[in-house]
């Protein structure tokens, strides 16, 4: 399967604790995206990565969270000092772009976060 | 797995009836437009995508249409079957805006009847 890889599928720890997820995108994509998605919502942007340049990041992504694409390859998202609201799933999604031309996000099955 | 828009609203209809889920989008900047299928526990999928240049293009039994006017965006499926059932969602971008962010809808959850 040459898709957008997440893991862990799923995270549960205790509120306080750091918290590290991984994305593989597909190989040949450019673009990385993280998104938010709670229960009954449409994924929330939360940061954009061009190659390895973090080009775009949203208001929700508060200075505990921190996102990284070392060699515009996979990329890891960290949450530090976790809190009960950062529960939600965790998408990771790829495209291939070139300029302003846009086109589909292909996601990743996410990482289902849990603090308790 | 677990349920994905718990509290969206839904739209039921019978195997092999034809199924059209709205979406009203909010940028009249927004150029590029996406549907999305999402299954319980899984990412959303690609269903098909639109640009702003034109008003209605197909795929295999989905069609979607484009009014720019009242900025609106319809998903259709025809012959609906089981598998179909999921929630559905809209995403926006503006190419000229800035911002590389596409915005999602709420969602449709759609329910399809045997």
């Known amino acids: 399967d040459t898709g957008v890889s997440q893991n862990p599928r799923h995270k549960i720890t205790k509120r306080g604790q750091n918290v590290t997820f991984r994305c593989d995108p597909i190989?040949?994509?450019?673009?990385l995206y993280w998104y938010r998605q709670t229960l009954g919502q449409g994924p929330e942007f939360l940061t954009y990565?061009?190659?390895?340049?973090?080009?775009?990041k949203s208001r929700l992504l508060s200075d505990r969270f921190s996102a990284e694409r070392p060699k515009g390859s996979f990329s890891t998202l960290e949450i530090q000092r976790t809190e009960q609201g950062d529960s939600a799933m965790y998408l990771c999604?790829?495209?291939?772009?070139?300029?302003?031309?846009?086109?589909?996000?292909?996601f990743g099955n996410g990482t289902r976060l849990t603090v308790t | 797995g677990e349920s994905v828009g718990l509290h969206l609203p839904t739209l039921s209809v019978q195997e092999g009836d034809n199924s059209i889920i709205n979406c009203a989008y909010s940028?009249?900047?927004?150029?590029?437009f996406i549907w999305y299928k999402q299954e319980s526990g899984k990412g959303p999928q690609f269903i098909i995508d639109?640009?702003?240049?034109?008003d209605k293009r197909q795929g295999q039994r989905v069609t979607v249409l484009l009014n720019k006017t009242v900025k609106h965006l319809s998903l259709q499926i025809a012959a609906t079957q089981p598998g179909d059932s999921a929630v559905y969602f809209c995403?926006?971008?503006?190419?000229?805006?800035?911002?590389?962010?596409?915005?999602f809808g709420t969602g449709t959850r759609l329910k399809v009847l045997a």
């Open positions: 995403a926006e971008i503006s190419s000229d805006s800035g911002t590389y962010k596409y915005i």
């Open positions: 940028n009249s900047a927004s150029d590029y």
């Open positions: 999604a790829s495209s291939l772009g070139q300029g302003r031309a846009n086109s589909p996000l292909h």
């Open positions: 990565f061009q190659n390895e340049a973090q080009l775009e």
């Open positions: 190989s040949e994509h450019n673009r």
């Open positions: 639109i640009r702003s240049n034109m």
